[in-house]
């Protein structure tokens, strides 16, 4: 059977499917039921772009850097780093440079967060990107064997994740090509906290980090720049505050021969310490001063009290200095067995004093006065009348160089008083307690 070409159906011309954008290198984590994902692809076109896509479900920051990874070597290319806010989405478009799509390579987009260290990896072009332009592979390959020759590049960079603020980060690293080195570091919102050139293109860089009370992240970032062009790499470092001295202990140990002596006995305090200033106390429950003492250097001191004429109940304490620290340990002491004075007559009292003390000795006057001889050798003497209870009745300081003294006994007192006499004498304070019996 004939067919008239004239008379078949004139086909439709259909356009080509558009190219949707080329998938290159994607990834997916979860951790603690949140996700990380990101996706690289090569954009269409006539520039060399590649379009990037990250959701960062986690409650971390992100940081993200973006290089190119050639003969083991790396080099940023913008943006270089930034930091992605925990619970976002980015959308990005990254422009390769010409030259460095004609050199090949790959397209690196490292993520790192406290939990992750990821790359999303595209290959580059390479000379089949301008083949055609230049009239033939062998003067592209020439060109780019040379010009990545002289090109800078960093071959080790080794920034540990940790560091302690205050003190030195030590970072190894490596770097060739025809470059000066130097290094930068950033903090969190990329303000440059400290910079500075490198004196050999490989070494142990040791960068101080800055003091800080709470933990702080920084990026270290390593630059070899020349002639031929630069390259940049950056690590994060996480500074955790450096840990306090521990505080040294200035009392070993302490301890007294006796928990209980006789009124007007003596004690031996035995200690161990490591500083050189301090001094050993003993103190009532109203927080008098019966006597001290310096430390000794043996670490033995031994106190001698005097006659309270009633059962007391005291506390011995140590205290020491060094260097601005100080410390404090103490014990109890009871006085007990304590026998009561008799009763004074008017004529065993009247016009000498009553009876012998360590620093005076008191009786009284036909002229109603309590007269007091001060021992030789006595300052800064105070007196003071208390009942029984401790309640203060009549207080007198004694004029200096003074060898006696008297103080008046108030009207309508009668009975039992307690004669309180304190001083100065050496290098420490001394109190003496004598009863009185008041007609």
Partial sequence: MMVDDEHLPVPIPVAAPALADAPESSMLVEFGGKRLSGELRRS?????????TVLNDAPLYLLMSFRVRRNGSEKSIDPGEMWMDPRSHADLSIAVPPLEGLLGGRLIVRLVNAKVHHE????????????????????????????????????????????????ALQVPYQTGGVGAPSYVLEDERGAAVSSGALAA???????????ADRT???IVRLIDKGIFGAVDRAAPVTALPAPAPPQEQLIDAIGIDTSQIPDGGSFTLRYR??????????????????????????GISQMALPRFGKDKELRVTLE??????????????????????????QSDTAGAPASALTSSEAGIGSDGMLHVAV??????????????????????????????????????????VVLVTTYNRGSGEESTVKAIDVP
């Fill in 320 to 345: 020491v200095e060094r260097n601005g620290q100080r410390a404090s340990s103490s014990v109890g002491l009871d006085v007990t067995g304590a026998a009561p004075s008799a009763p004074a007559s």
């Fill in 120 to 167: 999303l990896v595209a290959p580059l072009p390479g000379p089949s990107l301008l083949l055609g332009a230049l009239g033939g592979a062998a003067a592209t390959a020439l060109l780019a064997f040379g010009f990545s020759f002289a090109h800078p590049h960093v071959d080790l960079f080794a920034v540990p994740p940790l560091g302690v603020a205050g003190a």
């Fill in 201 to 211: 293109a490989s070494g142990v860089l040791s960068l101080p980090l800055p003091s």
């Fill in 273 to 298: 310490t490591r500083a050189t200033n301090g001094r050993v106390e003993v103190r009532d429950a109203q927080n008098r001063l019966w006597a001290s003492a310096p430390i000794a250097s043996n």
């Fill in 375 to 416: 021992a030789s050798g006595a300052t800064n003497v105070r007196l003071a009348l208390e009942t029984t209870s401790g309640a203060t009745i009549a207080s007198q300081s004694v004029p200096a160089g003074a060898t006696s003294a008297a103080i008046a006994i108030p009207r309508g007192v009668h009975g039992r």
């Fill in 44 to 52: 269409r076109g006539r520039q060399l772009r590649y379009a990037l």
């Fill in 216 to 218: 702080r992240n920084y």
